[in-house]
């Protein structure tokens, strides 16, 4: 008990000194908190060291100090995509810390608060956990596995006596087959390295197999092939001249390679989101087929590739086995992709609806299409 109480007065008081140091909006980057002013606001509340202590993230990967902050209702979690209703906590979730300086924005799971208080992860930090550890072990596996897919199931509802089952994939070539773009707004030309390198990884034909690096596609095609300004001014490599007519042409100029349109304004729609579920989870189980995503972030659009998927499933028959490919119905709430909106790595789980109502808001500017590999005769 007295433990209990003694953590519960250290969440407080981590709470209290987050609130005394969050920084203005409009204070310059170059003020980044540092570990000494850590440890100083620590030695200022009752209780120093108490983030280490309780496991909570103080900090985005930035060094800047994590605040509990309002946000507008249709702010999701950076990581696992929980749309809370209300984002400074309540008597259900753990409060949420923001940083007002990059995008990042964790809720109680992801930021250890929930963990520390002892309460029951969420079903969205469930299935982001699961699309975690399933991208771990599709980085080991051979080339020849398709993708590692695992279940579980959510607490059982008043009335039943079990609990909703859930499945969750990650696409093992995607993960196999990140490039990273570093430090440079290159996401362009990344995501078509990596569209390239995954879908023929399995190609037993070396002189077929790609190993492209993003410079190999911005500076070899985007700017030779199409002239395109791929320099800011001060010199670093961009990417954000880079059109999706510019990467699919680039794409199919690859011996063996297609691209066709998957999701748009029209598949978006609210009455035809559980045939476009459908359709974007049978393209992701696909061999020698990546799945590219026209996204967005705060600061501009960002390609990037889809790595899985996780959501409700309908039971399997008793004579089969756990881990299988699942039919998976589409859910408002839980169906969800696992991708990203910075850099190349999944990060993010992101619903479908909350994908779609994207597309729709932007009047399809913004949507989900298919790399293949259809081979060479």
Request: glycine share 8%.
């Amino acid at each position: 008990m007295q433990s209990c109480l003694q953590k519960a007065r250290a969440l407080d008081a981590l709470l209290r000194h987050l609130e005394a140091d969050m920084r203005l909006p409009g204070e310059p980057e170059s003020a980044e908190v540092t570990d000494r002013d850590v440890d100083e606001a620590a030695e200022r509340s009752d209780f120093p060291g108490l983030s280490s202590e309780l496991g909570v993230q103080t900090h985005c990967p930035s060094g800047h100090l994590l605040t509990p902050q309002c946000c507008k209702e249709w702010d999701t979690c950076s990581n696992c995509g929980f749309r809370p209703a209300t984002w400074n906590g309540s008597t259900e979730r753990a409060p949420y810390l923001c940083c007002s300086l990059c995008e990042l924005r964790l809720c109680g799971d992801c930021n250890g608060i929930a963990k520390a208080l002892k309460r029951e992860l969420s079903p969205e930090q469930r299935a982001y956990e699961m699309l975690q550890n399933l991208a771990e072990k599709a980085r080991k596996q051979p080339a020849s596995q398709l993708v590692a897919s695992g279940d579980f199931e959510l607490g059982a509802q008043e009335g039943s006596p079990r609990g909703r089952e859930m499945h969750a994939f990650v696409v093992g070539r995607i993960v196999r087959q990140i490039v990273s773009q570093g430090r440079f707004h290159v996401c362009g030309a990344a995501a078509t390295a990596a569209a390239l390198n995954a879908c023929t990884e399995a190609v037993r034909d070396g002189r077929r197999r790609l190993r492209l690096t993003w410079e190999e596609i911005l500076f070899g095609h985007f700017q030779e092939k199409f002239g395109l300004q791929v320099h800011d001014e001060d010199g670093s490599p961009v990417s954000w001249k880079v059109g999706k007519g510019h990467i699919r042409q680039v794409i199919e100029q690859f011996p063996g390679m297609l691209t066709r349109s998957l999701i748009g304004l029209e598949q978006a729609a609210p009455a035809k989101r559980a045939a476009a579920w459908k359709s974007l989870v049978i393209e992701l189980r696909k061999p020698r087929t990546a799945v590219y995503y026209h996204t967005q972030n705060r600061k501009s659009g960002h390609y990037t590739l889809i790595a899985g998927a996780s959501g409700p499933a309908l039971p399997l028959p008793n004579q089969q086995g756990r881990n299988v490919a699942r039919l998976m119905p589409y859910d408002p709430q839980q169906s969800a992709i696992f991708t990203n909106q910075f850099g190349q790595e999944p990060l993010q789980r992101v619903t479908f609806e909350n994908v779609c109502d994207h597309i729709i808001r932007n009047k399809g500017f913004y949507c989900i299409f298919v790399v293949e590999y259809k081979g060479v005769k």
